[in-house]
DNA sequence: CAACGTTGTGTACGATCGTACACATGGGAT
DNA sequence: ATCCCATGTGTACGATCGTACACAACGTTG
């Protein structure tokens, strides 16, 4: 039987659901292929997560910290000496030029809320968090405003295959902030 | 055999999988799922729309369509005399008010264009038809920036649940217009 | 050290899916 | 009138899916 003794199994699941996401997207997703992923058996994925939406609800909330993190990292964007709009601008313009996979998959686990309920308040809680910490250097409202038009900006680019244009993105972030 | 003459049968299939995508939403959408809808056999489904793909690109365009009715029968955008944020916020509100089923359906077939390149050329045309209209009270860059403002401001609603807030929104569209 | 509950494993069932294909039918070109 | 081909129908196959369940192994608690 060779049971394995595997105190992170959960962990390990929730990384290759993530992979699974990125590679072959939600619709790729079941229990199935993470367990292939993971390598770990079917009925282990079941254990550990009794549906798919409580998977999809630990993956996102993971790819939320992680974002979070990169976030946080990027000192510029708390230095109240850099201009805002320049600081947004550029940063997306890194994310997005990174590596495609990673902005797919945060992106459609972020949508995949518009369908799914139980992901809807890791969703909002990811926006928060972000206009949260722009509200450091600026107000709510605008902060607000801020992620709205970073995400119609992304996913410009990404549904329509536009290039992004930093100059365009700069200059409409620095027309919301007051 | 009673085979049935139905020269609108194509058409039909369109309608049935755009009222699957609204109940079920994407993740309900099969061959024969449609047909049932549809009251076709399995096998026209297959012949009309070889893949799934070929069927949401058909039922992407004709929502397009449609959405892009709605907007030309609302006089006031292109009516110089009225105030261009005002109108888009109230249109916005109108909108997000009404069925839910509607928006929900409109943004998932939108938003899928993110995994499925077939989607996205309709997908760019959406987002260009309505840029184009918004450009007869603006400029191109402003135009631009006003679909992506209405993108994230409907997608905070539609994925955090939090209200419309009309406001809000009048104001952020205002300054993005120069 | 014994009982128990959590965690892990293997397998099976019924449902659904995309796809393929053989065949029927009838409109329109010739 | 005849032939051809687009259109319509029915059925079957293999793959995959969620789910359920019986059982094994191990850590923990008493």
Redesign the interface.
Known sequence: MARRYDPERRQRIIDAAIRVVGEE???GLSHRTVAAEADVPLGSTTYHFKTLDDLMVAALRQASEGFAKVIASRGGLEDPETDLATELAAWMGEWLAGDRTGV?LE??L??A???RPAL?PV??EW??DLADRLSRRTDA??A??L???????C??V?????PYDEG?AR??LR??I?
């Open positions: 997207g939600i619709a797919e992106y459609e972020y949508l809320a518009l369908r809807r969703a909002a926006a928060q409202v605008t607000r405003a992620v709205a038009l970073l995400d119609g900006i996913l410009q990404l549904l329509t295959e536009v365009y200059e409409v027309r919301v007051p």
